[in-house]
């Protein structure tokens, strides 16, 4: 996979020294390596398209292992500067994030990933919620797929307690640091994201083109972009593949226009040219990735997409990606 990633412009960082465990096996009474979170919000619910953490607000939690993976790299390939210069600019997709494996004393026989944004600027509440809002939002996509699936599975005469692979999104909470022996890393009053998810890699499904073609999360892309019309995209879909041929989702963010500005422009509310250039640049990168990357991410159909869209008119008609009745680049076909 790395050669793979490497010549779609995608640099490597393999830095030995960056992988390591941060700190293991802190008993009681043992100051001097010490991390508490406190569960801030969380992002679950109890549809069949999420993971949930099991951790309730304003839980303590005591992490008892931290460490640097060669196996979660591919959660900061989003972060390289080849690929965020072609995603917008909001913090969603530019703001560069770290990620540990990290083990809970209260949960002893799980593993998680604990995200932290690299500038302190970032690491606040109001960036955090983006997180929650996009794995919930994700989530919920994957339950209507879900649904979706099984009664395609249904009709084609299955047996009926044969469930077919599954979509799940790991529902992440938001956790501020509370105690901490790394400063630098991990302060005080920081916010992060912890995500329930035990395997050991993440792996690209949909990302950049460039990715091993998977039938589950190509029908999954597709069946998302479908289901809100055409208005938003789930990108950055990563994760595992369960033994039952299941996918685990983590960090995945959803493309989406801005509601306000994009009408605004197109109504010509806005003030002045000034406005006008900031509604451009704000609608501009919507539209382009979406029309210009729907066919290249999603190359062909899967059978499951040939059943709810079987014109592929997703993004090709005229209430396309930017979901206005309006021309707006994507009637290409
Ligand atoms: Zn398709």
Redesign the pocket.
Known sequence: MGAALASCGLRLEHSASAIGVLFSGISDGDAEEELVLEVMSTAADDSSGVRPSGFKELQQLQVSRLSTEHGLEALSFRYSESVRSTWPDDYRFQASKRSWRASIASAPDKAYVLQMATRAEERVADAVKWDLEDAKSAGSYAHRFNLYSREQAREAGGPTDDQPPCVKVAAPVACRVVKTNFPALLPVGAYCTLWPYSDAEVRKFVFNGCQDFVELA??FF?HSAFSSSGKELVCDIQGAEQEDGSLLLIDPCILRPGKVTVSALLKGSAKDDREREDLAACLGPVVNVAADKFDKL?P???QL??AF?PQ?STVKRKVGVCGLDVTCGLARG
């Open positions: 190509q029908a597709h999603h062909k159909c899967t997409c040939k869209d592929r």
